[in-house]
């Protein structure tokens, strides 16, 4: 470990998927002998302070929402996000500037160009970390650079669409926003603005490691200064020798797991449990969510489910009830998922292909059915399918609808076939790599020591 004492300043995109990432390099950099302090951006003020694990230090800035309005607000007013948080950010920076340790650099998620604006006036070294994987962005950069056309409708354009790097890949397999013009405008804008101004940024960390794209990396390595630093997994959950690793140790900044999950688990034999989650954001539609619980009922697994309880009212009546009862199913509100996912009993992982759930099973060995929904999540499940062969995904038919047949299929597949064992096989093989990567002399462990000389 470097003997390091510099100050760097971490800005999150304030969405828990990219915040949970950011956090993750916040505590390499502080175990790495860096002072670290975290930005986030939100309607809900409160003191400054620091994480009782790490020296991290925690501030708020104020995004300009008032504390009742809901956090999606975010989404749909993206000017009011930009010109207030550009303020806060900017009176936050000049003032840490003053005090004895000031800060040298920002990193910053690659969302909010503005952050970048902000840091290069006030002379701070400009980091942009991409929590995403280069999977997406790739697209989103060729979108930005007019190197690729996004139609008008998707389903007057059925041709493969072909990036250098990557395998052809069907409207299917595009992320969501890169389909079809106007679908979701202001995310569209969102995510093909990361690249507006993403040439002024002195580095470009990705949370990712270089042989899991490597193809995807050399490419982009060839036009930007791109260090991978991934699979940005606790290190608790891939080295036992540090048990001090405590993952949910920042205040407010995540939701609290409900721990009798993993009583339960610990209950069922090895790999006999389906563990089902869908993320942070994504919402099915109600009868895709009552096709989904018919399906997992009727493969007869036992099953975990993580159901926000904005989704709960969605599952069929008497599901949660008659599971608990005959104890063979759980729904929870939220649960320790790399709990779940390191532990014997689980079995295969029922997924929406985030790219951090994608990272965390592959960190963990757990082999994937794919049940995309949206952003980079269809393009995420065509590298899980067709490309390190880690799972299978389902096949929808009418506008993204998926029958309880497919389901209960891909997850018997899974579970108990023939290629299901292969999956397993392949995963495991992965997980190995993605440890060494991040392991002490690994390529992501060698990227962040390069970062923190610059500071030492
Ligand atoms: C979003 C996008 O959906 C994703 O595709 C993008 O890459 C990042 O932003 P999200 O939908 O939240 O993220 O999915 P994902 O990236 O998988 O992150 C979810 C996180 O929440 C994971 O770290 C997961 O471990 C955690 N989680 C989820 C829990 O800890 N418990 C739960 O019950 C559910």
């Excluded at 991409?130 to 007019?146: M, R």
């Excluded at 002195?202 to 042989?211: A, P």
């Excluded at 490597?214 to 891939?238: A, C, E, H, R, T």
């Excluded at 018919?294 to 969605?314: C, P």
């Amino acid at each position: 470990m470097s003997e390091a004492s510099g100050h760097v300043l971490v800005f999150p995109y304030p969405f828990q998927g990219h915040i949970n990432p950011m956090i993750q390099l916040s505590k390499r950099l502080s175990k790495k002998g860096l002072t670290v302090t975290l930005i986030i951006a939100s309607n809900n003020q409160r003191e400054p302070y620091t994480s009782d694990v790490y020296s991290i230090i925690v501030h708020t800035i104020h995004d300009g929402f008032l504390s009742h309005e809901h956090p999606q607000t975010k989404f749909n007013e993206p000017q009011r996000f930009i010109n207030s948080t550009t303020r806060s950010l900017t009176d936050f920076i000049s003032r840490e500037k003053l005090k004895s340790n000031p800060p040298k650099a920002l990193i910053y998620d690659p969302f909010m160009p503005f952050a970048l604006d902000v840091a290069k006036e006030l002379d701070l070294y400009v980091v942009a970390y991409s929590t995403q994987p280069w999977l997406a962005s790739l697209v989103y950069y060729h979108i930005n650079e007019g190197t690729y056309d996004v139609p008008d409708d998707r389903h007057e354009n059925p041709t493969l669409a072909s990036f250098p790097a990557f395998p052809l890949l069907s409207q299917n397999d595009l992320p969501s926003f890169a389909r079809e013009k106007g679908s979701y405008p202001l995310l569209f804008e969102l995510v093909v603005n990361q690249f507006s101004n993403l040439w002024r940024a002195d580095l470009i960390l990705c949370n990712t490691f270089d042989q899991l794209e490597p193809k995807v990396v050399k490419w982009m390595s060839d036009q930007w200064l791109v260090k991978n630093i991934g699979p940005m997994v606790p290190s608790k959950f891939l080295d036992n020798r540090l048990p001090e690793d405590k993952d949910y140790d920042l205040g407010d900044f995540k939701t609290e797991p409900d721990e009798s999950v993993l009583r339960w688990l610990a209950s069922k034999p090895a790999k006999s449990v389906v563990y089902v989650a869908f993320g942070t954001l994504a919402a099915l539609s109600e009868k895709q969510m009552k096709e989904t619980a018919m399906a997992i009922r009727q493969t007869g697994y036992n099953f975990l489910w993580s159901v926000r309880d904005s989704e709960r009212s969605k599952l069929p009546s008497g599901f949660v009830e008659e599971a608990l009862e005959k104890d063979y199913g759980l729904v929870a509100k939220w649960v320790p998922q790399l709990e779940v996912l390191s532990h014997d009993s689980t079995g295969c992982f029922v997924t929406h292909c985030g790219w951090n759930s994608t990272l965390e099973a592959l960190c963990l060995g757990v082999p994937l059915v794919g049940m995309p929904q949206w952003t980079d999540q269809p393009t995420n499940a065509k590298f899980i399918e067709d490309v390190w062969k880690i799972g299978v995904r389902v096949k929808a038919h009418e506008e993204g609808f998926v029958s309880k047949e497919e389901i209960a299929r891909c997850i018997v597949e899974v579970m108990d076939g023939e290629k299901g064992k292969e999956m397993r096989k392949n995963v495991e093989k992965l997980k190995v790599l993605a440890r060494e990567a991040i392991s002490e002399g690994g390529t992501s462990d060698k990227n962040i020591d390069e970062f923190v000389a610059l500071w030492t």
